[in-house]
């Protein structure tokens, strides 16, 4: 049973115009990340919530923005998508309150594309 | 959080035994060490996780020499459908918090 779930599979967007990606988890994760992969490279950390507490990477654009709603609800918001911005986005969970860095359970990803 | 470096690619047959070996020279001591793989079109999936020595689940092995400045994930056995990338990480929530930088992976690709 899939644990993290990205709705939809697969985006299609025009220039400029604002698309909202959802992710939603089963685990009660305290953790939740956004990742942007592009096509042969490694998946790039956006931006993660702790609970409630937001915490951006240093280089995200600010056309990036995200909401957490409640534990199990994440959202990925992209208000002006350029070309560039076509990419695989992965949402991912892990536990916190743990020293330890605890292992990331990813969804299946969507990938966006820009008209 | 250490930079690692890993081959870029890797082949392999059915049946071999394959070993990836990640170098992390700065790793902190409290760092742990940690891989995924990741087939096409999908998300990253936890393999294996250690700090020192040697870690075994049933999927992987993970061999951690003293000074923790590499590591191997090996392989068993592998089939075609182990063809993907597999990434190491190294990090620690207390100095790195949830931060989390991927490297650019090893692809391997089992032959039949």
């Known amino acids: 049973d899939a644990m993290v779930i990205q709705n939809p599979r697969y985006q299609v967007t025009q220039f400029g115009k604002p698309v909202t990606l959802s992710c939603s988890q089963t685990l009660n994760h305290n953790v939740m990340y956004w990742y942007q992969q592009k096509s042969s490279q490694a998946p790039k950390l956006l931006f993660h919530?702790?609970?409630?507490?937001?915490?951006n990477e240093a280089d995200t654009p600010d056309n990036f923005q995200s909401r957490r709603p409640n534990t199990s609800f994440c959202f990925l918001d992209i208000r002006s998508p350029g070309l560039g911005d076509a990419a695989m986005y992965l949402c991912a969970t892990s536990r916190g309150g743990d020293r330890r860095v605890q292992p990331q359970h990813f969804g299946d990803g969507t990938r966006l594309s820009i008209l | 959080l250490a930079k690692t470096t890993q081959p870029i690619s890797m082949d392999s047959y059915e049946g071999q035994e394959v070993n990836i070996t990640c170098s992390h020279n700065n790793i902190a001591t409290n760092d742990y060490i940690t891989w995924y793989q990741q087939f096409p079109s999908q998300g990253p999936r936890f393999i294996i996780q250690?700090?020192?020595t040697k870690v075994t689940n049933e999927v992987a092995s993970l061999f951690i020499p003293a000074d923790r400045k590499s590591s191997t994930l090996s392989l068993p056995r592998v089939s075609l459908s182990d063809t993907a990338v597999y990434y190491c990480?190294?990090?620690?929530?207390?100095?790195?918090?949830?931060?989390?930088?991927f490297g650019a992976g090893t692809r391997l690709f089992v032959k039949a």
């Open positions: 250690g700090y020192k």
């Open positions: 919530y702790y609970d409630k507490d937001f915490n």
């Open positions: 990480l190294v990090g620690d929530v207390d100095t790195g918090g949830f931060k989390t930088i």
